[in-house]
Each structure stands twice: as C-alpha cells, then as structure tokens.
C-alpha cells in the first residue's frame, strides 16, 4: 500500500503510529529568510530512527489580515545533525485517542531556532486583502505522504508579503527509516 493511500494512513492510526499537533494559541508566522522560526515548526531529530511522513497541514487565521500574504510549508534545506535551539514545544498527540504519550519521534515547536534555513516547498494558501468577502481565511494542504522528513530535518509555515496570524495543525505518521 502506498504513502498516498487513505487506506494506509486509517491502518496507521488504528496502530498508533499518527499523530497530530497544533498551537494552543494564535502566533505570528515567520518569513522564510531567518532562522529563528515561529508560527509552527515540526521537526524530526537528527538519529530519531524514523521518517514522518506528513498527512496533512491546515492554518487558520485569527486575526482578519490587513494585507495580501501567500502561505507556503517550507522544508530546512538540508538535513543537519543540530537540534533546534531555544525552542516552545507543543504537546503532540496521537491520533488513536490515547493523548501526549511522548512516544512519538517528532518535535513540534512553536518557536524554534533552526539549525539552517527553509525553502519554500509547498504553497498552502493565499488571503487576500479583503479576506472577508473574496475568499476564506483557512487553509488545509492534503499533503498525503508528498512530504517525507527524514532524521535531521523540518517543515514549517512561512508567507511571503504580510506575516499572518493563526493557528496551525499537522498530523504525520512515523515509520522505521529503514
């Protein structure tokens, strides 16, 4: 069965083997050109074992954007054997309703110094100036396994134009590296 298969990420979930995160509270996302990220960054630690493969990625804003701004998930731009530095964790949970057992590979963050900068990877969304009657103000990106994190590397929400604020929620399953 492969990544892209509903089937398989249903079987992964029944396993205990997704899990999910998402902010507690709104927070102002980053622009890609700095390491010192927030908004909601997920990463998988350098010698975690696993690859997450990433399910899905949605953003919702909490405050009606003044300006145009273009979501994207961005992706470091080579794995490193740093860790994420100065960071605020979020709980994660897994999706078969067992709650933050702390079993899982995956960090994710609200805040995070990141060991190297991000490349824009895939476009979540676009809000335009007058979200409230031209177009919604959330987004969901059906990602489906099209996004591997290998040990070493992380994803997170970047703009380009104005800095959105809101919330934002993933879920990936983790698998053996090898």
Do not use: C
Request: glycine content about 8%.
């Amino acid at each position: 069965m492969s990544y892209m298969s509903t089937d398989w990420f249903l079987e992964q979930a029944r396993l205990g083997k997704m899990y999910s995160a998402a902010n507690q509270a709104a927070a102002t996302v980053t622009l890609i050109n700095t390491s010192t990220a927030t908004g909601f960054i997920l990463s998988n630690p350098w010698g975690s074992g696993k690859k997450l493969v990433v399910k899905d990625a949605m953003f919702a804003y909490t405050t009606v954007p003044t300006a145009a701004a273009i979501l994207f998930l961005a992706q470091s731009i080579a794995v490193s054997t740093v860790a994420h530095a100065t960071v605020t964790t979020l709980n994660i949970y897994n999706a078969d309703g067992s709650g933050a057992t702390g079993a899982n590979a995956g960090r994710a963050y609200n805040a995070s110094t990141t060991p190297n900068l991000p490349v824009y990877s895939r476009i979540l969304g676009y809000s335009p100036t007058t979200p409230a009657t031209t177009g919604g103000l959330s987004f969901k990106d059906e990602v489906n396994g099209a996004m591997i994190l290998v040990p070493g590397s992380y994803v997170q929400i970047s703009y380009i134009t104005t800095a959105p604020v809101g919330i934002t929620y993933m879920s990936w399953v983790e698998v053996d590296e090898k």
